[in-house]
């Protein structure tokens, strides 16, 4: 299925695991070119515009029914594929002047925009939501929101934790102060109409993904560990 077979203002949501994320500032200027020569040096196509990008591994496709998935749940089906070590995984490099909007879920399991000033830790529990606009040659496919649903907000530390193996060599670095750090987010005061959309997909959680992908598992365990089926469900029709 390509893109042309669907329709602009389509959506669908894919769930998974952050393997890689870059979504905070474009990728454009001379970082562009570098990436789209290193892309032609490979055999692949250059990207050619300014865009943000997402990596996902163990992805899912979140069906509002999944006996009879939408054209665009079908697509991104098609999207996922196969690493060379036999995971599935999703990329999407998403095109455009600005940059996802972001959105974490609360205690009331609705979500709230924030703005993230770092990029997400890989293993954070996302889901994207992807959109279909128009082109003058075909349809695209840009990332619209992403919504995260961990219940701490947790950023991509750069490097691996070595200071138990530097202990060995006598070496102790001193982490900055909380104070001397930047906020991994900052909150923000949502316009009216994305707010209500957040909130009526929120509102609008559907079983019938329950057995299709535990999407809150991580979000909301219970004390002994478990989480309840009512915690396991998504969202229905959203306003892209």
């Known amino acids: 299925m390509k893109t042309n077979d669907l ?3 389509d959506i669908f949501l894919i769930q998974g695991k952050v393997s890689y994320c870059r979504i905070t500032k474009l990728i454009e200027g001379e970082e562009l070119e570098k990436r789209d020569k290193e892309l032609e040096s490979q055999g692949r196509f250059p990207v050619g515009s300014p865009y943000v990008t997402i990596s996902l591994k163990d992805p899912k496709v979140v069906h509002i029914d999944k006996d009879h998935p939408t054209k665009a749940e079908t697509y991104a089906e098609g999207r996922i594929y196969k690493r060379k070590d036999g995971s599935s995984a999703y990329s999407i490099n998403s095109k455009s002047k600005f940059v996802p909007r972001v959105a974490h879920i609360n205690e009331d399991k609705k979500f709230d925009e924030i703005k993230l000033n770092k990029e997400l830790a890989t293993d954070s529990n996302v889901v994207l939501i992807c959109s279909v606009y128009p082109t003058k040659r075909m349809n695209g496919v840009g990332l619209h929101t992403v919504l995260i649903l961990d219940k701490e907000v947790r950023a991509f530390a750069g490097s691996r934790d070595i ?36 909130d009526s997909y929120a509102e609008k959680l559907n079983e019938d993904i329950v057995d299709n992908s535990s999407i809150f598992d991580e979000a909301f365990k219970d ?12 969202f229905g029709d959203f306003d892209a």
């Open 7 to 9: 329709k602009p203002g």
């Open 163 to 198: 200071t138990e193996q530097l202990k060995r060599y006598n070496i102790e670095i001193i982490p900055l102060e909380d104070e001397d750090q930047e906020e991994v987010y900052e909150e923000v005061e949502s316009d009216p109409k994305y707010k209500a959309a957040l």
């Open 223 to 234: 004390e002994d560990g478990s989480t309840s089926d009512e915690d396991l469900t998504l």
